[in-house]
């Protein structure tokens, strides 16, 4: 085991591609390639990963021929060259074990929970009625307490916030913890027994405060400790009163302000599971936590048999995006690989942990991986192959400084780099305090424009779509070409919101205005259709015949939309009025090609993993070292003297002033957590930049200014540990301004994009099968029952899996362990079939025949990329036998070109073919060419 520390720009990549390819090379199998599983944390990042191997072993092939032989053998097996995501991989592992977790094989996974968590709500609302009285009382109290907080009064919201929270991995891990069950934690008869429980002790506390001879503590001031010091002092037993019990008091008021919300819990949990069940859904965080359970006892031996395939090495790239139940899912599978002497290597960096919203734990890479195995070699990359010297030693210095003043040293030991890049030029770094930052990001570009840039290498950085969205406007404006991951909304699209407006009155046929206005364009609105898919392409097909130019600039809106139409209905039916309440809540954006000469703007989250000449950071300020959040924390009543009742878990608000609470010690280790996250971000920010980088942000307030002038800096953002950094000069710079003339730019490529969308009436598109007997006879394979194309089928699959005498039979028990053959037809088949090998000993040699490779079924490409597969090629040192097989007792043309082209296609690939026949094997009869 072996794990690689990379910050950014430290050419991870390239040592990920050089593990891969090295493990390859030292292996002896020719598929050593399908028992290397690499995975990372994208889909984007998996394919650059795919290209970095290929690319790589390409410039080996022309002096190592094992390179090359391994190059041909990826490419003509390229489904088991295995580089996957890490969702990917555990799903394609969850499938082989649908039968155990009780799941219909064909179950779908959601990706988006909050699309479920709002509906089971909705359904939970829905179906009130005034006999649930307790589901009332708990809404009426959740109110109550809004309006005595003076929060805003959004029980949906509340709602909603509740499930989600309830949903996190976060909280189902600390469940999991204390051994809770969730329907019985927030069961009617234990939420009762709390909220007693916490009135009692609420009593008794403001008893002993009147006893001590002091008045009530009102709602409103007893949090004011600080306050009231001054008077408890004279009072020495009213003092001892509060010490003794005064964290008592606000950790149960603090619990008893949450029994009304925590109400809707165990009807939430109820809810929730019934709608997965109704759509045969799965939630992806669930899956992975099935899947643990699954595996957790079992050995890696049985995982494989399951999943049809042996990994003896592992590479675990972006391993700080990891979470904890997808280390539990791995850790055996890498537990046996060790064991075996296999090759693993994870490859991460805690500064670049931005992910934690996904569950990321960032831990691991820092010790979990350590404690499992302590003998894993660890290596550090120190090297900047990425950034100018200016930029790298700019976020050397500042982040040092950063993490030392937020107690974060241990975890950013490792910032400082080395300068790998030799750019005679060398590059420059700006920070920018000011209260326009948009026209600041404007002149930022006019300045590179004018210094040689094209729009294409500069990239805008921001903190989130809104940020993002505001920016691609005002640069609109100024006329900048922009391109976005997350600026470009398909609802801003005019052609795709003609559809949804259509489909709007088509589910609303008494609308006279509508209906008018369908008319107008020759739209006909028919009671009746297929699916919903159909229905937007009917509509498409309508208005590009009515509207001229009506796809013009407007595919990629439209093919997004679709896909979107299509993904839904997949799951939810073909529902219109539930499709456009989806579509009204969905925040539906499209990429645009990186290629193309026009600025990029994307959020830093997006950022991760690229790199640009110039980056523009504006509203650095809004990187903030905190934010309000609710956090999960679990009390042990025993250990503070409280009833046994109030054990269990519990939402807390991490904004606002401390409460004082026993909760205190896990909100502080969140609030650390929440340092890591925001400088993390800031890091991920500020190394992306290759020649130069500016960073915008708004003045510091006036209080943090105070407080650094006082010499105890209060900081509340990151860009106020910059403007420290900076000595607290409102515009700053390092370096000279570069020079981008020099940048070699590769040329951009035109994309065609299929506009249009063909579509054929239903009864166009149905014919008369002639293959009925296939599926209304009684079954037979073998038998006179079965039809002669089924049966065909069926000896061809097994004939075509044999490469010797012996494997004959392991061919036709995988055929009957599918369900192809019956036990009694496996008989039948193998005497058939044994017989014929047996007079053609020549086409089917035994294990153990020189100088003889079999190729069964194997593809091969000519000039237009069509891909051809021969049943049957026998490859020989002096050229090749090529035989097709045929159980029809039809002789047609086109047999004979087929197999003509097969032969051209092996001469064109320089073999000699010694032989090329097809076989009649029904009639035992051959026809050579």
Request: hydrophobic fraction near 40%.
């Amino acid at each position: 085991m072996k794990i690689l520390r990379a910050s950014a720009g430290s050419g991870k990549t390239y040592r990920l591609s050089k593990a891969y390819i090295g493990i390859l090379l030292s292996s002896g199998q020719k598929d050593a390639y399908r028992h290397i599983l690499a995975v990372t944390f994208t889909n984007k990042a998996t394919e650059e990963m795919k290209e970095r191997i290929l690319d790589d072993l390409y410039r080996l092939s022309s002096e190592n021929p094992r390179a090359r032989e391994l190059l041909v053998a990826m490419l003509h097996d390229y489904g088991s060259f295995s580089v996957s995501t890490i969702d990917h991989f555990f799903q394609r592992t969850l499938k082989a074990f649908s039968r155990e977790i009780g799941q219909l094989a064909d179950y779908q996974i959601e990706l988006d929970r909050r699309s479920l968590i709002q509906e089971a709500m909705d359904r939970i609302l829905d179906s009130l009625t005034p006999d649930d009285r307790e589901l009332v009382r708990w809404i009426s109290g959740s109110l109550e307490g809004s309006l005595e907080r003076g929060s805003e009064l959004d029980i949906e919201g509340s709602l909603y916030d509740m499930g989600s929270q309830l949903k996190s991995e976060e909280c189902g891990k600390l469940a999991e913890s204390l051994g809770i069950d969730m329907l019985a934690e927030y069961s009617k008869d234990r939420l009762e027994r709390l909220g007693k429980a916490c009135a009692e002790l609420r009593d008794s506390f403001i008893d002993a405060l009147r006893n001590a001879g002091l008045e009530d503590v009102s709602r409103s001031e007893r949090f004011r400790l600080e306050g009231r010091k001054r008077v408890l002092k004279k009072l020495p037993r009213a003092m001892e009163v509060v010490e003794r019990g005064f964290r008592a008091y606000n950790t149960v008021c603090e619990i008893g302000d949450r029994i009304f919300s925590l109400g809707f819990a165990g009807e939430f949990y109820s809810a929730f599971d019934a709608l997965l069940r109704e759509k045969n859904v799965m939630c992806l965080d669930e899956s992975n936590l099935l899947l643990r359970d699954i595996i957790g006892d079992s050995d890696a031996p049985f995982i494989y048999e399951k999943v049809g395939v042996r990994y003896d090495s592992f590479l675990l790239d972006e391993f700080q995006d990891t979470s904890n139940v997808q280390w539990d899912n791995f850790l055996p599978l890498l537990r046996e690989s060790e064991s075996r002497g296999g090759h693993n290597l994870i490859v991460g960096d805690v500064k670049q942990s931005i992910y934690r919203f996904r569950d990321s734990d960032w831990s691991l890479l820092a010790s979990g991986v350590l404690e499992a195995f302590p003998d894993a070699e660890v290596e550090t990359l120190q090297g900047n192959w990425r950034s100018s010297r200016e930029v790298v030693h700019f976020n050397n210095g500042f982040f040092r400084m950063a993490s030392e003043r937020l107690g974060l040293s241990d975890i950013y030991a490792d910032v400082t780099q080395e300068v790998m890049r030799g750019d005679a030029q060398g590059g420059r770094v700006e920070v920018d305090f000011c209260s326009d930052q948009l026209e600041k990001t404007y002149g930022c570009i006019c300045r590179a424009r004018d210094a040689g840039a094209s729009f294409g290498d500069i990239a805008v950085l921001v903190r989130n779509r809104k940020a993002g969205a505001a920016v691609a406007d005002y640069l609109l404006q100024k006329g900048v070409p922009v391109i976005s991951d997350d600026s470009l909304d398909v609802k801003s699209s005019p052609a795709v919101n003609r559809v949804v407006s259509l489909l709007t009155a088509y589910d609303n046929p008494d609308d006279v205005i509508c209906a008018y206005i369908a008319g107008s364009l020759g739209i006909e609105f028919r009671p009746e259709y297929h699916s919903l898919v159909d229905l937007c392409e009917s509509l498409l097909r309508a208005l590009c015949a009515a509207c001229e130019g009506f796809m013009d600039g407007e595919t990629l809106f439209v093919q997004a939309f679709m896909d979107e139409v299509r993904s839904w209905s997949e799951t939810n039916g073909n529902n219109i009025r539930q499709f456009l309440r989806h579509w009204d809540e969905t925040d539906l954006a499209i990429g645009s090609p990186r290629n193309e000469n026009a600025l990029r703007i994307c959020t830093i989250h997006k950022s991760k993993g690229l790199q640009f000449p110039y980056v523009i950071f504006p509203f650095a300020d809004k990187v903030e070292l905190y934010r309000p959040g609710v956090r999960w924390c679990s009390l042990d009543a025993a250990k503070y003297g409280l009833p046994e009742v109030m054990s269990g878990i519990y939402p807390m608000n991490l904004g606002g002033d401390k409460a004082d609470t026993f909760f205190d010690d896990e909100l502080e280790r969140e609030r650390r957590r929440q340092l890591v996250d925001n400088i993390n971000l800031f890091y991920v920010a500020m190394t992306r930049a290759e020649k130069a980088l500016s960073v915008i942000s708004a003045p510091p307030t006036k209080k943090f200014a105070a407080s650094l002038s006082s010499g105890r800096p209060e900081y509340s953002r990151l860009s106020d540990l910059l403007y420290e950094y900076v000595g607290g000069m409102d515009s700053i710079s390092y370096g000279e301004p570069y020079d981008f003339g020099a940048i070699e730019r590769r040329t951009a490529v035109e994309h065609d994009f299929f506009c249009c969308y063909p579509s054929v009436p239903l009864g166009g598109r149905l014919a008369p099968s002639g293959d009925a007997e296939d599926f209304f006879g009684d079954g037979s394979v073998t038998g006179v029952g079965a039809s002669a194309r089924l049966r065909g089928i069926v000896l061809h699959s097994v004939l075509s899996s044999v490469t010797g005498p012996e494997s004959l039979g392991a061919a036709v028990c995988n055929a009957c362990a599918d369900g192809l053959l019956s036990e009694a037809e496996s008989r039948e088949c193998m005497d058939f079939l044994s017989s014929r090998i047996a007079s053609r000993p020549e086409w089917f040699p035994s294990g153990n025949a020189p100088g003889v490779e079999v190729l069964s079924e194997t593809g091969v490409f000519d000039s237009a990329g069509r891909e051809h597969r021969p049943d049957r090629v026998l490859v020989y040192p002096d050229g090749v036998r090529i035989i097709d097989f045929k159980f029809g007792d039809r002789r047609e043309k086109s047999h004979l070109q087929q197999i003509e082209r097969y032969a051209a296609l092996y001469e064109s690939l320089g073999f000699e073919v010694l032989e090329c026949c097809l076989w009649y094997v029904e009639q035992d009869e051959i026809i050579s060419i």
